[in-house]
């Protein structure tokens, strides 16, 4: 089975962590959570503040090396922490320097055009960052999960099982 690590912060959306994190434990992978800090850190479910999960690892701390795949959950607030993160941006680019898939959901694909990883891909997201993606080079289509040279999309939580069966097969 595969080691996976989820890179979240403070305002990831609810189901875009605690999916992937249950179904892919339940299919026998290791999964990891990394944050800025180890430590918890809270959801924000559609219009509020959320659970909390423990982050075991801190992104600072990590490298590809030992993980077979990285998962970005979305939310509005949690792409837009980790964009501004030189390690987390650092540690995108290593796992797709080291040909490693990277999920991404709804507003997550904005740590993707952060990462350079955008241009020449072909690519979705939740609706109101399209453009942005757009003008990072990407093609942009209205897809349930796209898959593009280990780069996997998808659009919003409506469009998890997709997804998650994405990472399971890249994994696989």
């Keep these: 089975m ?7 912060s403070d305002g990831f959306e609810q189901s875009e962590l605690f999916t992937p994190l249950e179904k892919l434990k ?14 918890s850190i809270k959801a924000w479910d559609k219009d509020h503040w959320g659970k909390t999960v423990e ?7 990590q490298s590809p090396d030992g993980f077979d795949a990285l998962v970005l959950p979305g939310g509005v607030i ?8 030189d390690k987390a941006v650092a540690l995108i680019k290593g796992f797709a320097d080291a040909g490693k ?20 891909r072909k690519m979705t997201s939740f609706t109101s960052i ?3 993606i757009r003008n990072a080079g990407a093609e942009v289509v209205d897809e349930a999960v796209v898959e593009d ?3 996997i999309t998808s659009r919003n939580p409506d469009d998890l099982d997709d997804f998650v069966a994405a990472i399971e097969k890249a994994v696989a």
């Design 26 to 39: 339940a299919s026998g992978h290791d999964v990891h959570i990394a944050a800025p800090k180890a430590g």
């Design 55 to 61: 982050a075991d690892l801190s992104i600072a701390d």
């Design 78 to 85: 949690n792409p837009d922490n980790l964009r501004v993160d």
């Design 2 to 8: 595969a080691k996976i690590l989820i890179m979240a």
């Design 101 to 120: 898939p990277i999920a991404a959901i709804c507003h997550a694909p904005w740590l993707l055009v952060e990462a350079g990883l955008a241009s020449g």
């Design 149 to 151: 040279r280990g780069i």
């Design 130 to 132: 399209r453009s942005d």
